[in-house]
T-cell receptor
Framework: TQLLEQSPQFLSIQEGENLTVYCNSS?????LQWYRQEPGEGPVLLVT?????EVKKLKRLTFQFGDARKDSSLHITAAQPGDTGLYLC?????????????FGKGTHLIIQP | ETGVTQTPRHLVMGMTNKKSLKCEQH?????MYWYKQSAKKPLELMFV???????ENNSVPSRFSPECPNSSHLFLHLHTLQPEDSALYLC??????????????FGEGSWLTVV
């Protein structure tokens, strides 16, 4: 069983601050995805990273895939209340089919105005 | 709006009831999934259908029964559930079975409470 550990589980910060959340595993993944889930809604894909060391930016969000493809981080600059939500990472491997996507428990992020 | 619609959004049922959750995708995808999301647990994959054929059943109790009449619709039939089955049930779809290049689109979920 592939396990993804996300940290911290909960994070509450003030608007304008920077933050980083982490997704770690002992397994190697062929790709890793980050989702955001807002209250009362399903998860929405933010980004997919596939190459070790890859960095992708989405406005104020920066995603990095570890060189060994076992971990990833999400950095948010100048957080805003609209960033509030549950951030999920999900790792998968080639040929895994649907079973090849493993989710972490998520980081609950609250940005206070 | 992700193109995956789930109904009902909220359901309260007794342990002896029979109910169904419905999912419809308007994306022309060939793969559909049921996930369970509970507090303090990762998303759990329950069932996978590809081209209307069930390809995955992750040791889900028989009180959950999926049905995929066509590639656009997916049902989850519920009967004699237990209180611990209370959770958010998420339907999802993708163009083909998940692979690195595919994106999984989730519905908004059906909140189920078993009393």
């Amino acid at each position: 069983t592939q396990l993804l550990e996300q940290s911290p589980q909960f994070l509450s910060i003030q608007e304008g601050e920077n933050l980083t959340v982490y997704c770690n595993s002992s397994s190697v993944f062929s790709s890793l995805q980050w989702y955001r889930q807002e209250p009362g809604e399903g998860p929405v894909l933010l980004v997919t990273v596939v190459t070790g060391g890859e960095v992708k930016k989405l406005k104020r969000l920066t995603f990095q895939f570890g060189d060994a493809r076992k971990d990833s981080s999400l950095h948010i600059t100048a957080a805003q209340p609209g960033d509030t939500g549950l951030y999920l990472c999900a790792g998968g491997w080639e040929g895994g089919g649907a079973d090849g996507l493993t989710f972490g428990k998520g980081t609950h992020l609250i940005i206070q105005p | 709006e992700t193109g995956v619609t789930q109904t009902p959004r909220h359901l309260v049922m007794g342990m002896t009831n029979k109910k169904s959750l419905k999912c419809e995708q308007h994306l022309g995808h060939n793969a559909m999934y049921w996930y369970k999301q509970s507090a303090k647990k990762p998303l759990e994959l329950m069932f996978v259908y590809s081209l209307e054929e069930r390809v995955e059943n992750n040791s889900v109790p028989s009180r959950f029964s999926p049905e995929c009449p066509n590639s656009s619709h997916l049902f989850l039939h519920l009967h004699t559930l237990q209180p611990e089955d209370s959770a958010l049930y998420l339907c999802a779809s993708s163009q083909a079975l998940w692979d690195s290049g595919n994106t999984i689109y989730f519905g908004e979920g059906s909140w189920l409470t078993v009393v």
